[in-house]
């Protein structure tokens, strides 16, 4: 199974500042068929996850701006730009490249 | 608007089987593969399989084969996840979550159904 692991596990930020997460895999998540399947989800407390992103880089739908991926290969991050209240809880990153899908521990973004 | 909705909580006694329902609306069942993830208290996400609704063609975590089948009514456009021998550290909430080729991620999930295993 593909590791997933994420840093740090915990985030204290201060609103309106950025805020980063790392996600390191295992191994490549690029698929053979050229795409390479991590994404990014949201999770309020007591909610069911939420994407915000997908192959490494593209916004869901409704997602905003402030949030934005990058990476290749085994190396991935998410930045949101400014953070916002409403941006509290935890994040983790995902594989789909390969079964079984596999998760990071999740990063817990907290008010400092 | 895609929705997916589950069934409600359930309590279990050790070893007992317990049936979570996923229905969904808003699109085309069939043709999007429906997956299970299930996250114990406190504590991260944990893909268990995925069903295709148009063949009902299965793939389940090597963690749960023998355990868990996932099945499906395209008349109700429901899916169903079917976890036997369950265990105190089966206790967890257990999500549908609906899988898009064009994204290659899960765009859509159900509420949740928190199953609690105890004696």
């Known amino acids: 199974d593909i590791v997933m692991t994420q840093t740090p596990l915990s985030s204290p930020v201060t609103l309106g500042q950025p805020a980063s997460i790392s996600c390191r895999s295992s191994?490549?998540?690029?698929?053979?068929?050229?795409?390479?399947?991590l994404s990014w989800l949201q999770q309020r407390p007591g909610q069911p996850p939420r994407l915000l992103i997908y192959?490494?880089?593209k916004r869901f739908s409704g997602v905003p701006d402030r949030f934005s991926g990058s990476g290749a290969g085994t190396d991935f991050t998410l930045k949101i730009s400014r953070v916002e209240a409403e941006d509290l809880g935890v994040y983790y990153c995902?594989?789909?490249?390969?079964?079984?899908?596999?998760f990071g521990q999740g990063t817990n973004l907290e008010i400092k | 608007q895609v929705q997916l909705v589950q069934s409600g909580a359930e309590v279990k006694k050790p070893g007992a089987s317990v049936k979570v329902s996923c229905t969904a609306s808003?699109?085309?069942?069939?043709?999007?593969?429906m997956h299970w993830v299930r996250q114990a208290p406190g504590q991260g996400l944990e893909w268990m399989g995925w069903?295709?609704?148009?063949?009902?063609?299965?793939n389940y975590a090597q963690k749960f084969q023998g355990r868990v089948t996932m099945t499906r009514d395209t008349s109700i456009s429901t899916a169903y996840m079917e976890l036997s021998g369950l265990r105190s550290d089966d206790t967890a909430v257990y999500y549908c979550?609906?899988?898009?080729?064009?994204?290659?991620?899960?765009?859509?999930w159900g509420q949740g159904t928190l199953v609690t295993v105890s004696s």
């Open positions: 995902m594989q789909a490249t390969q079964f079984p899908y596999t």
């Open positions: 192959k490494i880089s």
């Open positions: 069903i295709y609704p148009n063949t009902g063609d299965t």
């Open positions: 979550a609906r899988l898009t080729a064009a994204i290659g991620s899960v765009e859509n």
């Open positions: 191994q490549s998540l690029l698929h053979s068929d050229g795409d390479t399947y």
């Open positions: 808003g699109y085309t069942f069939t043709y999007n593969y």
